[in-house]
């Protein structure tokens, strides 16, 4: 089976992080949907889940025109009441049909879309990752990125963040093959706010494997932000003061953030190390926070030691 999706995140929109009972309520879509959420390791809440009809061109890396009938999956997600997440995904499978069928089919199998047409996973898989496709061809991120404006656009938010950070998008692909030798994934940059991963998994658990893909958003959206901060500080001639002032929000709000795999079946933690291991998020975090502290610790005693030591001023003439 394959299916493919798209996370955006981005910090929360709020000066401090919100309690779980206002992270539910931000999250209700309406008084009888329930918000999924978890306390340990890290407090996670998710959305109700939300269906967007599709009825498109499927992306594909030779360009061939395949239809694409069905429903997309999207949900929010926040962590730890900071950190906000939309995702939308799907998977794809032949029809049975050439014709296309009443909506009521199609809403029977949620986030299932059905091809219309020949169908080669390989060539979708590749159009999913490469992002470039003709107008009328399907694209996750604007359900991605709705999902995330929704709540940044609340009236339970203040809007006044701690921090100016990116928004991170990741698409991902994902192959599910409960007799899959070789399970694995790729990572790659696609530059400085997209990325791809391309997944073959020992599980036909999609729910898990969208949850990995949103943990591993999640991650590499603290990297960026941590990394991204800390360079446009250091690019600067700012005083001793102005970097602490810069830097000290990342010690305030992101470290107790850093959990890779939490949230992540066994089944799939093999994955996530594998990736976590080959690019190397966890030794690059651990170095940037490293930077971060020392910059700040610096700082701090250069403050002190002009506090013990005031410059005398020239006498007056």
């Given amino acids: 089976m394959l299916a493919f999706g798209e996370v955006q995140t981005g910090l929360l929109q709020n000066s401090v992080a919100l309690s779980r009972r206002a992270t539910e309520q931000l999250l209700a879509d309406a008084a009888d949907d329930r918000v ?19 009825d498109c061109r499927l992306p594909t890396i030779s360009g061939r025109t395949t239809r694409g009938v069905g429903t997309v999956v999207a949900h929010t997600i926040v962590v730890s009441g900071h950190v906000a997440q939309g995702s939308a995904h799907a998977l794809v499978s032949p029809a049975r049909t050439t014709l296309r069928l009443p909506w009521s089919h199609y809403l029977a199998s949620p986030g299932h879309l059905e091809a219309i047409g020949k169908l080669d996973p390989k060539d979708v898989e590749l159009g999913v990752l490469s992002g470039a496709q003709p107008a009328d061809t399907l694209e996750l991120n604007a359900i991605a990125a709705r999902m995330v404006d929704a709540v ?133 975090w651990e170095s940037a926070m490293a930077r971060v502290r020392d910059q700040i610790t610096i700082g701090a005693l250069d403050l002190l030691q002009a506090a013990g030591n005031p410059r005398v001023s020239p006498p007056a003439r």
């Fill in 36 to 54: 999924r959420s978890v306390t340990r390791p890290i407090a996670r809440s998710v959305s109700p889940d939300r269906l967007e009809g599709v």
């Fill in 152 to 284: 940044q656009r609340s009236r339970l938010v203040d809007h006044a963040p701690p921090l100016r950070t990116p928004r991170v998008r990741l698409r991902w692909t994902a192959l599910l093959d409960a007799d899959l030798k070789d399970p694995g994934g790729t990572f790659t940059l696609i530059s400085d706010e997209v990325r791809t991963i391309q997944l073959r998994v020992r599980t036909e658990d999609l729910a898990a494997v969208v949850t990995l893909c949103e943990d591993l958003a999640l991650h590499d959206w603290l990297l960026t932000t941590v990394l991204s901060v800390l360079d446009a500080t250091l690019a600067h001639d700012h005083s001793r003061s102005d970097r602490m002032n810069r830097l000290q929000p990342l010690l305030e709000h992101l470290p107790h953030l850093w959990m890779p795999g939490g949230h992540v079946i066994d089944e799939l933690s093999s994955v996530w190390a594998d990736l976590d291991r080959r690019p190397g998020f966890t030794r690059q």
